[in-house]
């Protein structure tokens, strides 16, 4: 056994299969013979070989369909096929080159020119399956080091959501919970995963601007005078700002900044219409009333689950997404849904 290459070698005449044998040992080759297309095909799929010589006049089963089974399968489609015939039609042999075949060497064949074209083709394969292996290589590591890079990313958006949430003890977790609702309406609406995990991220910062609002404001118990509900209503610009410089895959500024926006233009900080509106952030604004609604404010205890979606329903097509409200509703009147689970 070398190490050059295994070869199988396929003729239905013993004695040009003899002599090719004979040549192909000579150079150090590890080879196999068949003296027909079925013991070839056996041979082939129990032991896959580096590179075939083929003979094409060969009974019952000629050359063409050994070849054609060959490239059927799996174990065989990459090996490198020579056919080694008398035939020298040009349109035989492009019906060769159609079935798969790398080359035509013409009997009665030259050894030199044989064993040249052998060595060129092995030779190829063992490039093109080194190239695949250092590809594959070079994708594992990408894999590793994308994911490796998503986990900090996520880890380090955690972190200032949570920045946020000391400063406002009373919206605790409000962030988290959008998040957990926005991705369970994105996968409602069979987003793709992709773009799911940039909901998530948005969701979970979609406050990070109120890191720049007065704490007393945040915490102030009573109703806000106009002056600190503008304050207030700048959290989404002030969060856009923050998040602006940040290269995400996703466009995570831009959602934080739209998500108090309303289809009728009557939101906030721009008054988008709803053709202006990332559909992530329509999705973010509906989670994040329904979430508000639910839980309890310092100025008010909490209004319940039937008031929150009432409310969303009753302004579907007007404030909120229609498509997005459906799936809000769905989720928690049929899924069981729960902000807390």
Same mark, same amino acid.
């Given at each position: 056994?070398?190490?050059?290459?295994?070869?199988?070698?396929?003729?239905?005449?013993?004695?040009?299969?003899?002599?090719?044998?004979?040549?192909?040992?000579?150079?150090?080759?590890?080879?196999?013979?068949?003296? $027909?297309? &079925?013991?070839?095909?056996?041979?082939? @799929? $129990?032991?896959?070989?580096?590179?075939?010589?083929?003979?094409?006049?060969?009974?019952?089963?000629?050359?063409?369909?050994?070849?054609?089974?060959?490239?059927?399968?799996?174990?065989?489609?990459?090996?490198?096929?020579?056919?080694?015939? #008398?035939?020298?039609?040009?349109?035989?042999?492009?019906?060769?080159?159609?079935?798969?075949?790398?080359?035509?060497? @013409?009997?009665?064949?030259?050894?030199?020119?044989?064993?040249?074209?052998?060595? +060129?083709?092995?030779?190829?394969?063992?490039?093109?399956?080194?190239?695949?292996?250092?590809?594959?290589?070079?994708?594992?590591?990408?894999?590793?080091?994308?994911?490796?890079?998503?986990?900090?990313?996520?880890?380090?958006?955690?972190?200032?959501?949570?920045?946020?949430?000391?400063?406002?003890?009373?919206?605790?977790?409000?962030?988290?919970?959008?998040?957990?609702?926005?991705?369970?309406?994105?996968?409602?609406?069979?987003?793709?995963?992709?773009?799911?995990?940039?909901?998530?991220?948005?969701?979970?910062?979609?406050?990070?601007?109120?890191?720049?609002?007065?704490?007393?404001?945040?915490?102030?118990?009573?109703?806000?005078?106009?002056?600190?509900?503008?304050?207030?209503?700048?959290? +989404?610009?002030?969060?856009?700002?923050?998040?602006?410089?940040?290269?995400?895959?996703?466009?995570?500024?831009?959602?934080?900044?739209?998500?108090?926006?309303?289809?009728?233009? $009557?939101?906030?900080?721009? #008054?988008?219409? +709803?053709?202006?509106?990332?559909?992530?952030?329509?999705?973010?604004?509906?989670?994040?009333?329904?979430?508000?609604?639910?839980?309890?404010?310092?100025?008010?205890? +909490?209004?319940?689950?039937?008031?929150?979606?009432?409310?969303?329903?009753?302004?579907?097509?007007?404030?909120?997404?229609?498509?997005?409200?459906?799936?809000?509703?769905?989720?928690?009147? &049929?899924?069981?849904?729960?902000?807390?689970?």
């Amino acid at each position: 056994m070398t190490d050059k290459g295994k070869i199988l070698a396929i003729d239905d005449t013993p004695a040009s299969l003899m002599l090719l044998t004979n040549i192909l040992k000579a150079e150090g080759y590890d080879v196999r013979s068949a003296i $027909s297309g &079925e013991l070839a095909l056996r041979a082939a @799929t $129990s032991n896959p070989p580096d590179l075939v010589l083929l003979d094409i006049r060969m009974p019952e089963m000629d050359g063409y369909e050994v070849c054609r089974l060959l490239k059927a399968q799996p174990a065989t489609r990459d090996v490198p096929v020579i056919f080694v015939s #008398a035939i020298s039609e040009t349109d035989e042999k492009v019906q060769g080159f159609e079935l798969g075949a790398v080359d035509f060497v @013409t009997k009665p064949f030259h050894r030199d020119e044989l064993l040249a074209r052998v060595r +060129s083709h092995l030779e190829l394969n063992r490039l093109r399956h080194h190239l695949e292996f250092l590809v594959e290589e070079r994708t594992v590591e990408l894999r590793a080091s994308e994911q490796k890079l998503r986990t900090n990313l996520f880890d380090s958006v955690t972190a200032l959501a949570a920045v946020v949430e000391m400063r406002d003890p009373y919206t605790a977790g409000h962030q988290r919970r959008v998040a957990k609702a926005a991705v369970a309406m994105a996968k409602e609406l069979q987003l793709a995963d992709e773009r799911v995990e940039g909901i998530y991220l948005a969701g979970v910062v979609h406050d990070v601007g109120k890191i720049r609002v007065p704490a007393e404001i945040l915490i102030k118990p009573g109703q806000l005078s106009e002056l600190e509900f503008a304050i207030i209503k700048e959290h +989404s610009r002030n969060g856009f700002e923050i998040l602006k410089g940040i290269d995400f895959p996703w466009p995570i500024a831009q959602i934080v900044l739209q998500h108090h926006e309303r289809l009728d233009g $009557s939101g906030y900080p721009q #008054a988008l219409t +709803s053709g202006q509106i990332l559909f992530e952030a329509k999705i973010i604004a509906v989670a994040d009333v329904v979430e508000s609604m639910v839980s309890h404010r310092p100025y008010r205890p +909490s209004m319940g689950l039937d008031m929150a979606l009432s409310e969303v329903e009753l302004n579907k097509g007007k404030l909120y997404d229609p498509v997005v409200v459906e799936a809000c509703i769905t989720l928690f009147r &049929e899924r069981g849904f729960n902000f807390l689970s």
